[in-house]
Structures are given as structure tokens and as C-alpha cells.
């Protein structure tokens, strides 16, 4: 398991580009054959890319977490980015078709993935908070999410987000998840920007076109940095930074925030006057 420490809100303000991304862009988490985890100290959350290839990837607890089994005293949301496959969580198997969602409860063990076909394997990307309750462990598909249509071809950001856990539908301690399409010709994503000073978030960005990117933006509203982010690499959110990007084309982004409150809406907007 890698450690990252996303920087404060005033020595990022300093960085190099090297050093941005060293604090708030993890790359590489999509190993074939391999199980990458990276702890971070936005709000303790676990990140991980999950490949399995010939055989079964057990998920399990690391020194950095202090825990005998990974949810131990956590909770875990998981999209399959990849292709099909399935996930055994305390003896139960859950065929995981691409962009479907597990949510995983506290205190579950013997967590295994696998791919239906070691050639075009699943990719799983993982995101975890700590969880002080219990909820059960509840799939989703695509026909169970919550739909949402945002933004408009006018200003470049139509968009249909995809909810999968927060209230009134799959119910967890504190993590919210899910992921959002552009439509073709949209390019904007979280636009206006805006900070969530009760809880962070984390992006990982995926379906880009072949050679294509995302300028994310973070930072505070009057002093941003961008970073140039590619097929799925993450980047994370501090309560103080904003998150938003603008894309070489069509691209969707995996979303997972855990905090304080788990209002989707509850946003602290930035005045685009003051953005910079």
C-alpha cells in the first residue's frame, strides 16, 4: 500500500507541476495481475485499482490502516471500469458487469475479485472511508442508479450523472458514490466549480479517447493549479479545493466524496468572478 498526503492550502500554491501531481494525482493504479492501494490523509480515505488476470486478487488490511482485515473499521465502494467479473464478499458471489457498483459494509471479510475472462479482465476501482456503522453489503446496476441531467450543450458541460450510494438508495456510513457521463460535444465538468468545506472528494477519469485528457483544476478558487490527467488516473479534493476540468473530448469520471453530511447538493459555489 502507497501513502499520499495532498498538500495544504498554502504551500501548493508553491509547487512545480512535479510536485502537484506528487500530492494530488495518483497514477498507475491499473495493474494487470496486480491489487494497488494508495492511503491518503483526505479524510483517510483508500484508493485502489483492482486487476485480476489468471486468478483471484484478495483484498486485505495494511499496517498503515492498524486493522487484521481491510474492513475491519471501514466501508468500500467499487466500479468495474474494466470487463466482466465478480466479486466474493463473505461467501457471496456478485457478477459485476462493466459500471456496476458494489457497495461493501464494515466488518466484511474474505473480500476476492476475479475476472470472467483473464484477456479483457475486469478493472475495479475502490474507494473507502472509515465507517463508525453498519449497512449491508448491495449491488447496483446502470438501470438502478439515480439519474441526474446537468448543464447544457450551450455552455459545453451536458452531463448525466449516475448515483449510486447516498440516501434513499444504497445506504452507507458516510461514502457517497458514483460516476458521470459528458455527452458528445461537452467538455466542462463540475461547472461552476465549487468546494465542499464538510467533506472531500476524489475523481479517478475514465472512457477518454484514445490520447486524450483532462485538464482538472484545483486549488482555491483565486489561485488554481491545473494538472493534466489521463485514462484513469485519480486526483484528489481536499474541503478546500475546487474540482472541476474541461476535456480533449467525451470522457466520464468516477466520483466518491466522505465527510461531514451526505447532501449531494450541499456545495459552497465559487464566484466565477474570483476564479483564477
Not at 140 to 161: W, Y
Not at 215 to 240: C, I, N, Y
Not at 245 to 274: P, S
Request: hydrophobic share 35%; net charge negative.
Amino acid at each position: 500500500m502507497r501513502t499520499i498526503e495532498a498538500a495544504d492550502r498554502q504551500s501548493y500554491r508553491r509547487m512545480t507541476t512535479e510536485e502537484l501531481r506528487g500530492n494530488f494525482v495518483v497514477e498507475n493504479l491499473f495493474q494487470p495481475g496486480k491489487l494497488e492501494l494508495v492511503y491518503t490523509n483526505v479524510d483517510r480515505a483508500v484508493i485502489g485499482g483492482i486487476v485480476p488476470t489468471a486468478e483471484p486478487l484478495e483484498l486485505k488490511g495494511g499496517r498503515e490502516m492498524a486493522c487484521t482485515y481491510f474492513c475491519e473499521r471501514r466501508e468500500a465502494g467499487i466500479i468495474n471500469l474494466g470487463g466482466a467479473g465478480t466479486i466474493v464478499v463473505d461467501g457471496t458471489t456478485y457478477e459485476m458487469a462493466p459500471r456496476e457498483c458494489l457497495y461493501i459494509q464494515r466488518g466484511s471479510r474474505g473480500i476476492l475479485f476475479s475476472s470472467v475472462s483473464p484477456e479483457k479482465p475486469a478493472q475495479f476501482y475502490l474507494v473507502s472511508y472509515p465507517a463508525h456503522t453498519d449497512f449491508p453489503t448491495t449491488k447496483a446496476g446502470l438501470k438502478d442508479a439515480n439519474r441526474i441531467e446537468l448543464g447544457s450543450a450551450a455552455e459545453s458541460n451536458r452531463r448525466t450523472i449516475n448515483q449510486y450510494i447516498r440516501p434513499g438508495f444504497i445506504k452507507s456510513c458516510q461514502l457517497v458514490m458514483g460516476f458521470t457521463e459528458l455527452h458528445e460535444g461537452s467538455v466542462w465538468n463540475s461547472f461552476p466549480p465549487h468546494t465542499h468545506n464538510r467533506r472531500t472528494e476524489v475523481y479517478c477519469y475514465f472512457d477518454l479517447p484514445n490520447n486524450g485528457m483532462v485538464m482538472h483544476f484545483l486549488g482555491e478558487a483565486d489561485e488554481t493549479r491545473h494538472v493534466a490527467l489521463r485514462e484513469k488516473q485519480a486526483v484528489l479534493s481536499p474541503a478546500w479545493s475546487v474540482h472541476c476540468g474541461a476535456g480533449t473530448g467525451g470522457y466520464a469520471f468516477v466520483w466518491a466524496m466522505g465527510g461531514e453530511n451526505q447532501e449531494f447538493d450541499d456545495m459552497d459555489k465559487c464566484d466565477l468572478a474570483l476564479f483564477r
